[in-house]
């Protein structure tokens, strides 16, 4: 009888687990970020995802942007660049920056979070900024499933600016409170915090109850003009080690990424912005009166929940229209379920023909 007392086994100087999955490790949806379905131009704003997956926070006076990069540590391709084009000179009590992801529910549930079974989870990401200093890793989770109630902040340092450099930090699983969700709503949010008024601040390494975006020690980059913060390589695994990236293939990438977002555009092609009619519903218009037959719309993947489905003229981008025979006219959705939508409705428009066919490019958003 052999027994086996390590917990990683090393292959060619990397670290693997003795245990479990060698494949599947990592609960990060496009760690890599090469996904970007809404398209590679800048994103403004709080809200936005300049890649699939990863949302852009803010609420402060400062102008944040967020965009794919081509700036990678070796073996990438793609990161996400943040950057403040204006600065806050006064860091207020809720103003706060950050980027982050959400983990459904449903895919946590062999962490046995909030109970005396809780496991570890390392989470492993290069990192890159403008600015030197302490920075904070938050993982936060919600007994609705909904509004973050618990968190846990780990402070990281960026030594040398503009350089990328590897970060490994392991969090220890809550053994107490409510068993976090087990269900298609929110599960765990990593965030990464870029600056952080009080109101969000939270002290490092123990569990806490504030929906946290740093800690007291956080590095303001909100402060600086054209900050920059880049991201890419990351995971979140099983354990206590962090193992290599797991580069799973863009289609699977893909496919992960469309149960949350989707939409009948060809890929990488912003929504709005295109003429196409690649990929869109067509169907047939009864009269200029009543909607229109039934043109029900298959998302690739069966998406998370119902999605919000918003409609496009293929003939300018305008949203909420359809076009009939290259005419715009007000559209709407009925019957939206994870998998479809149907009927695509003419909502008595003046700008529908009769016996014309409907065009109908979408988007269909179901983010946690």
């Known amino acids: 009888v052999t027994t086996?007392?390590?917990?990683?086994?090393?292959v060619n100087g990397n670290n693997y687990p003795s245990?479990?999955?060698l494949s599947n490790r990592n609960l990060i949806i496009n760690g890599a970020m090469q996904v970007?379905?809404?398209?590679?131009?800048?994103?403004?704003?709080?809200?936005?995802y300049p890649v699939d997956r990863f949302r852009q926070n803010s609420s402060t006076a400062a102008v944040i942007t967020g965009v794919q990069s081509a700036a990678t540590p070796a073996g990438f391709l793609n990161s996400i660049k943040l950057e403040n084009t204006s600065a806050d000179s006064s860091i207020d009590a809720g103003d706060h920056w950050s980027v982050q992801q959400v983990i459904e529910g449903y895919n946590i549930q062999h962490l046995n979070w909030g109970t005396a079974d809780a496991k570890n989870v390392t989470v492993s990401f290069w990192a890159r900024s403008s600015q030197t200093g302490t920075f904070c890793l938050i993982l936060l989770g919600a007994a609705d499933g909904t509004?973050?109630?618990?968190s846990y902040v780990s402070e990281y340092t960026i030594?040398?600016?503009?350089?990328?450099?590897?970060?490994?930090?392991?969090?220890?699983?809550?053994?107490?409170?409510?068993?976090?969700?087990?269900s298609n709503n929110r599960g765990i949010i990593v965030r990464w915090g870029l600056s952080c008024g009080t109101n969000g601040q939270q002290a490092a390494d123990s569990?806490?109850?504030?929906?946290?975006?740093?800690?007291?020690?956080?590095?303001?980059?909100?402060?600086?003009?054209?900050?920059?913060?880049?991201?890419?390589?990351?995971?979140v695994e099983d354990g206590s080690v962090a193992t290599p990236f797991e580069h799973r293939s863009f289609g699977d990438e893909l496919a992960r990424c469309q149960r949350y977002y989707c939409h009948s555009y060809p890929y990488g092609?912003?929504?709005?912005?295109?003429?196409?009619?690649?990929?869109?519903i067509t169907t047939t218009a009864y009269s200029t009166i009543n909607y229109t037959s039934p043109g029900t719309g298959f998302f690739p993947v069966q998406m998370s929940?119902?999605?919000n489905v918003t409609l496009y003229s293929p003939v300018d981008g305008a949203a909420g229209q359809i076009a009939s025979d290259n005419t715009n006219g007000a559209g709407v959705v009925a019957y939206i379920s994870d998998k479809s939508f149907f009927p695509v409705r003419s909502n008595n428009s003046t700008g529908v023909v009769a016996n014309s066919y409907i065009r109908v490019p979408y988007t269909a958003a179901a983010e946690l």
């Open 4 to 10: 086996v007392t390590a917990t990683t086994l090393t």
């Open 19 to 21: 245990a479990g999955p």
């Open 36 to 48: 970007a379905q809404r398209g590679t131009a800048t994103f403004t704003g709080s809200g936005q």
């Open 147 to 150: 509004n973050p109630d618990k």
């Open 159 to 182: 030594n040398t600016a503009n350089t990328y450099e590897y970060k490994s930090i392991t969090v220890p699983g809550p053994t107490t409170g409510t068993a976090w969700s087990n």
């Open 207 to 235: 569990w806490g109850t504030t929906n946290a975006s740093g800690s007291s020690n956080q590095t303001q980059l909100l402060s600086t003009i054209n900050s920059t913060f880049y991201l890419t390589g990351v995971q």
């Open 269 to 280: 092609t912003t929504p709005g912005s295109s003429t196409s009619y690649d990929g869109t």
């Open 305 to 307: 929940s119902a999605p």
